[in-house]
């Protein structure tokens, strides 16, 4: 079978082809890749005045270089009220919870978003709307 396309391909040679299959392994295997974007999976807010948030977060950390470093409370349009930073990551522990008490809730916010932060990709992961408990 000798087609005039089959002639028009020529072979790659082993070193091309072997630099094209560590470039394939590199990029299908890349930690950096693999660990997507911070989810927050779960919220519990607690409310006295002041509010404390706990919060789940799920991100495949791979190191110092990738891993979830922060979530936010947010408005519903958006406005920051309190960012929790992550100081380290979470590489054996996932999911996570931390917590963050103090935050002021304006009495006009009845509903709050919460995001998580990674390195790598900033926001865009998982996130809840939880409402504000008032007594």
């Given at each position: ?115 998580a932060h990674d390195k790598?990709h900033g926001y865009g ?11």
């Open positions: 079978m000798n087609s005039p396309m089959m002639s028009a391909l020529k072979p790659l040679d082993f070193p091309a082809l072997t630099l094209l299959g560590l470039l394939l392994s590199a990029l299908l295997y890349s930690p950096l890749l693999l660990a997507g974007k911070a989810d927050v999976l779960d919220v519990r807010v607690k409310c006295d005045g002041l509010c404390r948030f706990s919060v789940t977060v799920q991100h495949a950390d791979s190191g110092w270089d990738h891993y979830a470093d922060a979530w936010q409370v947010l408005t519903t349009d958006g406005r920051v009220l309190a960012t929790r930073t992550l100081l380290h990551p979470h590489v054996d522990e996932q999911p996570f919870t931390r917590s963050l008490g103090g935050v002021e809730i304006p009495a006009d916010i009845h509903t709050v978003v919460l995001r790598v992961g998982v996130e809840k709307r939880v409402d504000i408990p008032r007594r």
